[in-house]
């Protein structure tokens, strides 16, 4: 089973820059789509971005269209999530997940992060 590990939160303005990064364990990462989901206090997780085994096809929540980009380094077995632009409302834990195909649901997702927090501040 593939483990993931985030890092790169944080606490920012609005308007700043973050990159999330997410490590992956084993020799199989390049086997897998990858996506970035988040959770916001009270509400369900949602949606961030994902991408394709090898990096060509890439999918954001309207959200975030514009703004995030999501890469991935298959040699490094990580992947990123490169947030610009940042606005309260992106306040949230944020979590990568491995699947087998990229799909916008987390149900899809067979294993997941711990998450790292992302706060934005007014």
């Known amino acids: 089973q593939v483990q993931l590990v985030e890092s790169g939160g944080g606490l920012v303005q609005a308007g700043a820059s973050l990159r999330l990064s997410c490590l992956a364990s084993g020799r199989t990462f390049s086997m897998y789509a990858m996506g970035w989901f988040r959770q916001a206090p009270g509400k369900e997780r949602e949606f961030v971005a994902a991408i394709s085994r090898n990096g060509v096809g890439t999918y954001y929540a309207d959200s975030v269209k514009g703004r995030f980009i999501i890469s991935r380094d298959n040699a490094k077995n990580t992947v990123y999530l490169q947030m610009n632009s940042l606005k309260p409302e992106d306040t949230a834990v944020y979590y990568c997940?491995?699947?087998?195909?990229?799909?916008?649901?987390?149900?899809?997702?067979?294993?997941w992060g711990q998450g790292t927090q992302v706060t934005v501040s007014s």
């Open positions: 997940a491995v699947g087998d195909v990229v799909t916008y649901y987390s149900h899809d997702y067979k294993s």
